[in-house]
């Protein structure tokens, strides 16, 4: 009952810097939790950076701490990743995520896929050397 659309991907050279916007519409149930994975080519989707119902509490993994901010604005039932200092590395496919069922309060469900119940199609980021 809940959509995710991801935008502002796109192409910037190494060491420049986007802001992707995931907006949510049609839910039924409050999103506890909202997080920023990716996936690239051949590889599994990994965690990038998670931020709680109040917006109080983010969390980042260690690969883009002190480069990327999430943060969420609630009004617009929307959450932001701002990347800064970006590596070819991080070249994927960023996807949000949002858990409606509570489950990122349990264990260390908040940086993994299992924690979140609803996914977004996924917007293209690419690094270039």
């Known amino acids: 009952q809940v959509q995710l659309v991801e935008s502002g991907g796109g192409w910037v050279q190494a060491g420049g810097s986007l802001r992707l916007s995931c907006a949510a519409s049609?839910?039924?149930?409050?999103?506890?939790?909202m997080g920023w994975f990716r996936q690239a080519p051949g590889k599994e989707r990994e965690f990038g950076a998670a931020v709680t119902w109040s917006g109080g509490n983010t969390y980042y993994a260690d690969s883009v701490k002190g480069r990327f901010t999430i943060s969420r604005d609630n009004d617009k039932d929307t959450e932001y990743l701002q990347m800064n200092s970006l590596k070819p590395e991080a070249t994927a496919v960023f996807y949000c995520?949002?858990?409606?069922?509570?489950?990122?309060?349990?264990?260390?469900?908040?940086?993994?896929?299992?924690?979140?119940?609803?996914w977004g199609q996924g917007t293209q980021v690419t690094v270039s050397s």
């Open positions: 995520a949002a858990d409606t069922r509570k489950t990122t309060y349990y264990g260390d469900s908040l940086f993994d896929n299992y924690g979140y119940d609803y």
């Open positions: 049609g839910r039924s149930f409050r999103l506890y939790a």
